[in-house]
């Protein structure tokens, strides 16, 4: 037998402390703190709807409430948390779920009120709405964060539009409001 055998039993070399940090994959800023933001909604509404689901008498519930406590105090929870945590980590998933998301948002808090009021009634409070979470958009499609994401090029509108459409469908579907 050889002594240049390599040795089974042996720790693998690490190359993570001599590589060089790429710049295009370091971390923006921005992510930290909508990953940061995410989570803290995410937290905050799983314990609103772990409250309101200790006051409900479960016996009388309804077909349409049981899915709107679902949606809202599980599924809005977990994808909040999720997309926080994957923009941490820098996976492309959790760039998905922020964007789901953000779409999710602007259809409840944009469109929805538009919808149920009208536009005369609701027009500045959807325009201050909109002017919060533009913000967010235009950041979360820069160049360098979606490099950071490892997006060869930038998902196009049609994947926008399918996102905003499936949230449109979410907020209208289960009845939110």
């Given amino acids: 037998m050889s002594d240049t055998a390599p040795n089974p039993y042996a720790s693998p070399e690490s190359s993570f402390e001599s590589s060089p940090v790429d710049d295009k994959l370091r ?45 809202l105090a599980v599924m809005a929870p977990l994808a909040a948390i999720g997309a926080s945590m994957g923009l941490f980590s820098g996976r492309r998933l959790g760039w998905w779920l922020a964007m789901l998301g953000y779409y999710f948002f602007v259809a409840s808090f944009v469109v929805l009120p538009l919808v149920n009021v009208g536009i005369a009634q609701r027009a500045v409070s959807s325009s201050i709405a909109m002017a919060i979470l533009l913000p967010w958009w235009l ?13 060869t090029d930038a998902p196009s509108w049609r994947a926008h539009v399918a996102l905003l459409v499936l949230s449109l469908a979410m907020v209208l579907g289960v009845g939110v409001w």
Avoid: D, E, H
């Fill in 139 to 151: 950041y979360v499609n820069r160049p360098s964060v979606l490099a950071y994401f490892r997006f």
């Fill in 27 to 71: 971390r923006p800023v921005g992510t930290i703190v909508i990953a940061v933001v995410l989570l803290l909604l995410g937290l905050l509404v799983a314990s609103a709807g772990i409250l309101k689901g200790s006051r409900v008498q479960w016996s009388v519930v309804s077909l349409r409430f049981l899915l709107r406590y679902v949606f």
